[in-house]
């Protein structure tokens, strides 16, 4: 079983940033997809940004796309997302996955993070 532990989450101010972090345990394969998804009140849960360990396959949502940043450390087993000029739009829940590819049911979830963005 794959464990993935989320930090990083709290208040920020429009204009903002905040950096997640997400603890993979035990490390998954290299070729596995590890993503950052959110989920805001009354809203579905979205896909925000997504990386192999290898550095491979870099996906950005379009409304993110020049604002968020989503890196790994392999000696550390943890994935980042860096959010800059963070708008009202961003908070949400933030949740980290994990995902086989080859085998699309395999799929990890943390327990999530909350971002709010307010002044």
């Known amino acids: 079983q794959v464990q993935l532990v989320e930090s990083g989450g709290g208040p920020v101010q429009p204009g903002g940033s905040l950096k997640l972090s997400c603890t993979v345990s035990p490390r998954t394969p290299s070729y596995y997809i590890m993503g950052w998804f959110r989920q805001a009140p009354g809203r579905e849960r979205e896909s925000v940004a997504a990386?192999?360990?290898?550095?491979?396959?870099?996906y950005y949502r379009d409304s993110v796309k020049g604002r968020f940043t989503i890196s790994t450390d392999n000696a550390k087993n943890t994935v980042y997302l860096q959010m800059d000029d963070l708008k009202p739009e961003d908070a949400a829940v933030y949740y980290c996955?994990?995902?086989?590819?080859?085998?699309?049911?395999?799929?990890?979830w943390g327990q999530g993070t909350l971002v709010t963005v307010s002044s």
């Open positions: 990386v192999d360990w290898t550095g491979n396959n870099r």
């Open positions: 996955n994990a995902n086989d590819p080859r085998r699309v049911e395999v799929m990890f």
